[in-house]
């Protein structure tokens, strides 16, 4: 018997990315000096990215009997991905404000 309970949601990772865009959000609105804010955007663009992955591997499991959507639904997660590394920090910040005003 496994240790752990095996999950079919990614419900670790939604609270991971919760927590990091918490403390981004308060960073920002305590004006903390720019390099702490600019750590907790790197960490939310980590937990946002290891969201999508958890998606993906969840998508994989169930990629029994292959469809056109399930693939379709990996094909996007994979694109998120490569958005979301491409994204300095600055403009994860910027549309981070934007988002929580």
């Known amino acids: 018997m496994p240790a752990n ?3 079919n949601q990614p419900t670790r990772k ?3 990315l919760l927590n990091c865009s918490e403390y981004l959000r308060l960073a920002i609105f ?3 000096p720019q390099n702490q804010i600019e750590k907790r955007a790197e960490k939310y ?3 946002h990215t290891s969201l999508l992955k958890a998606k993906i591997h969840i998508f994989q499991e169930d990629r ?3 469809n056109t959507i399930v693939i379709q639904k990996i094909e996007k997660h994979q694109h998120e991905i490569s ?3 491409q994204f300095t920090i ?3 910040i910027t549309e981070f404000k934007r ?3």
């Open 83 to 85: 958005k979301w590394k």
């Open 64 to 66: 029994e009997y292959p």
């Open 45 to 47: 663009r980590i937990a």
């Open 90 to 92: 600055q403009e994860i």
């Open 14 to 16: 939604k609270e991971q």
């Open 30 to 32: 305590h004006n903390k």
């Open 99 to 101: 988002e929580n005003e």
């Open 5 to 7: 309970i095996p999950r």
